[in-house]
């Protein structure tokens, strides 16, 4: 069951402690809820036609130039033995390097689309003489076998997922205070497609069974988003967060005083 999107939450707002001119703003009512992606476990994919694929039915919107060189020089690295798709990514090579990338209609560039999905997307059930790989985004599986973290090996928004890092410009007095936002990224942000989506997980009480609070399931990614020392600070504020929640429900458990915003996925899953 997906809940409704529109909902108070809880946030906390501290200066980034390697650039105290600078602010960062977090959403403790999502940071602090149990999403946990559940890709293979249960996720029926933002197109109905397409459940296997996940949020993968697209290709991967580049944040820039950086993110399709990098993510090119990643994809040297795949094998024909876990890469559904060398071949088609090789057979058009323009001067040397791999055919990966198209413009979408919004005229950005992304990765290709190839039989209706992104093209590092191994398809559910693909056998071929040699191909020892599994479903599921290639780009990850690399990173797997690697021994590091994905948000090495995959495009800057599919690594960032679910988390949306947003900015804000706040003016105080003659002043312009840079805010960094650190929130979920929900159905709605990402516009007008988002209304599309015949399902979304963020909201769904279905991916809300993750075993620990996304702030320590998404470490690595919230790390590399606000660097070592503002997550460090964000952890804190998380950890009393928590705790606090805690006490409160042991103390109050038949009269919960509405101290603390719950994620209303989180809430509902836990009932």
Not at 157 to 174: A, H, K, M, T
Not at 188 to 200: H, L, Q, S, T, V
Not at 218 to 237: R, S
Request: with cysteine; glycine share 8%.
């Amino acid at each position: 069951m997906e809940v409704s999107p529109n909902f108070a939450r809880d946030w906390v707002e501290f200066a980034d402690p390697a650039s105290p001119q600078e602010i960062f703003k977090c959403d403790l009512t999502w940071l602090t809820s149990y999403y946990t992606c559940i890709y293979g476990a249960g996720c029926c994919g933002v197109d109905a036609d397409k459940p296997d694929a996940g949020c993968c039915s697209d290709g991967a919107y580049y944040s820039d130039a950086d993110d399709e060189s990098r993510t090119l020089k990643i994809a040297e690295r795949l094998t024909p033995e876990m890469w559904q798709y060398y071949d088609e990514a090789h057979s058009k090579m323009k001067g040397n390097k791999l055919n990966i990338s198209e413009v979408g209609f919004d005229k950005d560039r992304k990765t290709r689309m190839v039989d209706n999905s992104c093209i590092f997307l191994n398809r559910v059930g693909h056998e071929a003489p040699g191909y020892t790989g599994s479903f599921g985004c290639v780009l990850h599986h690399l990173a797997q076998k690697e021994g590091v973290h994905f948000v090495e090996t995959k495009p800057d928004v599919c690594w960032q997922l679910p988390i949306r890092r947003s900015f804000e410009n706040r003016e105080v007095g003659d002043q312009t205070v840079s805010i960094t936002v650190i929130g979920e990224y929900e159905r709605k942000a990402w516009g007008d497609g988002g209304e599309d989506f015949d399902w979304y997980c963020t909201g769904n009480t279905e991916a809300h069974v993750g075993a620990e609070p996304v702030y320590k399931s998404n470490k690595v990614e919230l790390q590399t988003l606000m660097g070592l020392a503002g997550y460090a600070e964000l952890e804190k504020y998380c950890d009393a967060r928590v705790e606090a929640i805690r006490l409160t429900q042991a103390e109050n458990a038949k009269r919960n005083l509405p101290l603390f915003v719950i994620h209303p996925a989180t809430l509902a899953n836990q009932k």
